[in-house]
């Protein structure tokens, strides 16, 4: 079935940088990617998703980029600010799994000051 | 609009008892969904239902049950709590399959 691998777990990065998430999928089936933030003790928000007849999609300083071949996708986000510390989580969905979603492990993003 | 709503938030069991989550959307959406949610795991899939009238096992179905009540409610029975279950449960719900999925606060399930 469908497995998804997320990197890296935790991502310490300076307030103003720019920090990157990547998680790699096993079904090439697989059609809808999205991404969701999870800040403590709160419910799972999606922050952006895309499609894979869709290479990048942008949403202010988020974005979100697709590489069918090697069956990987990104999140980017940029001028990072304190509210964007929490947990980041990617799915992915496909013929493997039913078309449900299956979940990454999550990356704890801390935005030092 | 309430979105998601679960009840209860926190329940503490003892091994062996039973109990039912509650989840309901006012949203009018088709399908919805109970995840577990371990430490240092992301979400996994118990159960879903793709419409009203059907239900699916997920990854880890194996201890719960659930009956789509209506359209707008979904509820997940653990029979016998085993210490294996304590965890955060998520319910959510999507207008369709594969689309945005929305979730509500969880109920925080201590099983001693």
């Known amino acids: 079935g469908e497995n998804v691998e997320q990197h890296p777990s935790t991502l310490s990065v300076q307030e103003g940088d720019s920090a990157v998430i990547k998680c790699t999928y096993s079904?090439?089936?697989?059609?809808?990617f999205p991404w969701y933030k999870q800040e403590l003790g709160k419910r799972p928000q999606l922050i952006i998703d895309?499609?894979?007849n869709v290479g990048e999609k942008k949403d202010q300083r988020i974005a979100v980029t697709l590489n069918k071949t090697a069956k990987h996708f990104s999140l980017h986000i940029t001028e990072t600010q304190p509210e964007d510390s929490a947990v980041y989580f990617c799915?992915?969905?496909?013929?493997?799994?039913?078309?449900?979603?299956?979940w990454g492990a999550g990356t704890k993003l801390i935005i030092k000051p | 609009n309430a979105g998601v709503t679960q009840t209860p938030k926190f329940q503490v069991l003892k091994t062996g008892q039973s109990m039912t989550l509650q989840c309901a959307q006012d949203?009018?959406?088709?399908?919805m969904y109970w995840y577990r949610q371990d430490p240092g795991m992301g979400l996994r899939l118990i159960y879903y239902?793709?419409?009203?009238?059907?239900?699916d096992k997920g990854e880890v179905p194996n201890g719960y049950n659930v009956s789509r009540l209506n359209k707008r409610e979904f509820s997940l029975r653990l029979e016998s709590a085993a210490p294996s279950q304590t965890s955060v449960y998520f319910c959510?719900?999507?207008?369709?399959?594969?689309?945005?999925?929305?979730f509500g606060d969880g109920t925080r399930l201590s099983i001693l």
């Open positions: 959510a719900s999507s207008e369709l399959e594969v689309q945005p999925q929305h």
């Open positions: 949203m009018n959406h088709n399908s």
């Open positions: 239902s793709a419409s009203e009238g059907t239900t």
């Open positions: 079904d090439s089936a697989s059609n809808y």
């Open positions: 895309i499609r894979s």
């Open positions: 799915a992915a969905s496909g013929m493997d799994s039913n078309y449900q979603l299956i």
